[in-house]
């Protein structure tokens, strides 16, 4: 795109979306002038999503997401806020150096049992370009563990008797 307007010293295209060339053409009193060209580059923003690698898991086992980018440069700089049962948030920070998948720790074993969720809150790719809170969010459940009581009857027997366990719970 030729620039035109001879006394502009800056000049701004507007918003680009697609690789654009340019270069300044000078016509003063019988001596023209053409610039050299220059490449503007535009880079796609992200394009990235967050998977549950499991809906629902037990108290005692770690919830974890699964990161992949479709379009970007490696590596992402990512946000994600996880919302606890009850409302309290974390914010967890990571940089991934490839696009995925990529699996991120999201809930410690041992949390509070409840509905989490889990959203993507910012990525930056390599090439600056970002996007912000990005849908759909990842749920997770915490289910409790299990309380059960196992019982013998009878709790004790003699050698070559037997004895009936019963759980219950």
């Given at each position: 795109?030729?620039?035109?307007?001879?006394?502009?010293?800056?000049?701004?295209?507007?918003?680009?979306?697609?690789?654009?060339?340019?270069?300044?053409?000078?016509?003063?009193?019988?001596?023209?002038?053409?610039?050299?060209?220059?490449?503007?580059?535009?880079?796609?923003?992200?394009?990235?999503?967050?998977?549950?690698?499991?809906?629902?898991?037990?108290?005692?086992?770690?919830?974890?997401?699964?990161?992949?980018?479709?379009?970007?440069?490696?590596?992402?700089?990512?946000?994600?806020?996880?919302?606890?049962?009850g409302?309290?948030?974390?914010?967890?920070?990571?940089?991934?150096?490839?696009?995925?998948?990529?699996?991120?720790?999201?809930?410690?074993?041992?949390?509070?049992?409840?509905?989490?969720?889990v959203?993507?809150?910012?990525?930056?790719?390599?090439?600056?370009?970002?996007?912000?809170?990005?849908?759909?969010?990842?749920?997770?459940?915490?289910?409790?563990?299990?309380?059960f009581?196992?019982l013998a009857?009878?709790?004790?027997?003699?050698?070559?008797?037997?004895?009936?366990?019963?759980?219950?719970?």
């Amino acid at each position: 795109n030729p620039i035109s307007s001879t006394d502009v010293v800056n000049y701004q295209p507007g918003t680009l979306s697609v690789t654009t060339y340019f270069r300044r053409e000078l016509d003063a009193a019988q001596c023209d002038a053409t610039s050299n060209i220059v490449t503007v580059t535009v880079n796609p923003k992200p394009v990235v999503s967050i998977l549950a690698n499991a809906s629902a898991r037990c108290v005692y086992d770690a919830g974890s997401v699964s990161f992949t980018a479709s379009t970007g440069t490696a590596p992402f700089d990512i946000t994600l806020v996880v919302t606890k049962p009850g409302g309290t948030t974390d914010t967890i920070r990571q940089t991934i150096s490839n696009n995925g998948p990529a699996n991120i720790q999201v809930i410690a074993p041992e949390s509070a049992t409840g509905n989490y969720s889990v959203q993507l809150f910012q990525v930056r790719d390599n090439n600056g370009c970002e996007r912000n809170n990005i849908t759909p969010v990842a749920s997770i459940i915490v289910k409790p563990r299990p309380v059960f009581t196992l019982l013998a009857s009878p709790p004790s027997v003699c050698n070559g008797n037997s004895s009936t366990l019963t759980v219950s719970g």
